[in-house]
């Protein structure tokens, strides 16, 4: 048995250097088909670990309440702002909804923040003592916002570090002032790294300053524009929020059909989405592989059958020598079926390569599908296998006399 193997193997070796070019076509559509797979694969998988970990990244059973409707737009959406929410909706959820550990108002404001002759266009986040530690942020240097700089409304502030980089460079901006809106800001903490959230904003592009200053000294306003609310469970999030939407409406004035002029955004339907965007991309990238392994198919269904015209000699001789059709057909098929795991290993090997770099390039983690991987190898070689099933066929039912003859 292990003989007869072995030597099938030593004919495929030398049809394959017979016929180079043919046989490089007829692995370059197996690799093709390989080679998508695997990176789909990849890429989709890399993806829902991304957005898994920017939930717990940036804060643990933590829903936001904006002020405003969401407008739906295909899968997305935008926030039509209102100026409802006030500081005193914000207590009223801390209070009086059972679920809900803890509340963060928060108002955001783009600006141009200076210092000396550097300026940096910037988001200014007017928040509560509690919102780092909400949403997982830590100091570099310095310290956060306390209870005395929120009580007297202290022109104190705390920046992310691209806006220490646009501002100070190498240089310490621990202690310096800054102009935010004009007005002198004390510069207390400088935060670490952390990224952008599930909603696209960049931490790190940010000033954070005590929220009672925003409104009264900075912007002079009297309402928010969200509260984070942390939940003690998500299996209660429904009933969470509809009290918090019970409330809202109530302090709103918000009667009868009158829409909400607020959004309950749960991370976790982000995440839905996100993962369904991804789904997408998966299941066009999975087509597209299809279609290469269709055409991989293709391509070895006719170079096989090409060379089965090709060398009827060849079986005709062996057949006058004592092969049997059945070893004919191991033959012809064996051939087909190593295109295709030949293929198969390459477009692997390729596939992998390509999603680490993909995975660098896109500051994604690095995640390498072992499903893909056994999936399209086994689809390779059924590839190379069906394909070959009708030309193997045709080549054991070669008369060796007209074979011999022709």
Not at 362 to 386: E, R
């Amino acid at each position: 048995m292990f003989f007869k193997i072995f030597l099938y193997l030593k004919i495929v070796h030398g049809v394959f250097k017979s016929f180079k070019v043919r046989t490089a076509l007829a692995v370059f559509g197996v690799l093709l088909g390989a080679f998508s797979l695997v990176l789909v694969n990849n890429i989709s998988r890399s993806l829902k670990v991304k957005v898994e970990s920017e939930i717990s990244k940036f804060g643990e059973n933590t829903i936001t309440v904006a002020a405003g409707r969401l407008m739906r737009h295909g899968k997305g959406g935008v926030l039509e702002k209102a100026k409802t929410m006030k500081l005193r909706d914000a207590e009223m959820i801390r209070n009086n909804v059972v679920g809900v550990k803890d509340v963060s108002p928060y108002v955001k404001r783009g600006g141009v923040v200076r210092y000396e002759m550097n300026n940096a266009a910037t988001s200014i986040l007017g928040v509560d003592v509690n919102y780092f530690e909400l949403k997982k942020l830590s100091t570099k240097s310095g310290r956060f916002l306390n209870q005395d700089d929120k009580m007297f409304m202290d022109k104190v502030c705390i920046i992310g570090s691209e806006v220490k980089n646009k501002l100070f460079g190498k240089d310490d901006a621990l202690g310096k002032t800054i102009l935010i809106y004009r007005a002198p800001f004390k510069v207390v903490g400088i935060l670490e790294e952390k990224g952008s959230d599930l909603n696209g904003t960049n931490m790190d592009d940010m000033v954070y300053i005590p929220i009672t200053t925003f409104m009264r000294r900075a912007a002079n306003l009297d309402y928010i524009d969200g509260v984070e609310v942390i939940i003690s469970d998500w299996n209660v999030f429904e009933s969470i929020k509809a009290d918090i939407v019970k409330i809202l409406r109530n302090n709103h004035r918000l009667y009868g059909d009158a829409k909400d002029d607020f959004t309950v955004i749960n991370p976790v339907d982000v995440m839905q989405i996100q993962n369904e965007t991804v789904s997408i991309v998966t299941f066009l990238g999975t087509i597209t592989a299809g279609i290469a392994y269709l055409i991989g198919g293709l391509g070895i269904f006719s170079i096989m059958i090409l060379s089965v015209s090709l060398r009827k000699t060849e079986v005709g001789i062996r057949r006058a020598v004592g092969a049997r059709k059945i070893d004919i057909f191991r033959q012809f098929l064996l051939e087909s079926g190593i295109i295709g795991v030949v293929g198969s290993l390459i477009g692997i090997v390729a596939g992998i390569v390509v999603s680490i770099v993909a995975f660098k390039i896109a500051n994604l983690p690095v995640v390498i599908s072992i499903y893909g991987l056994i999936f399209s190898g086994l689809m390779s070689f059924l590839v190379g296998i069906f394909s070959g099933i009708y030309p193997s066929y045709n080549a054991s039912k070669t008369d060796p006399i007209n074979a011999l003859r022709g």
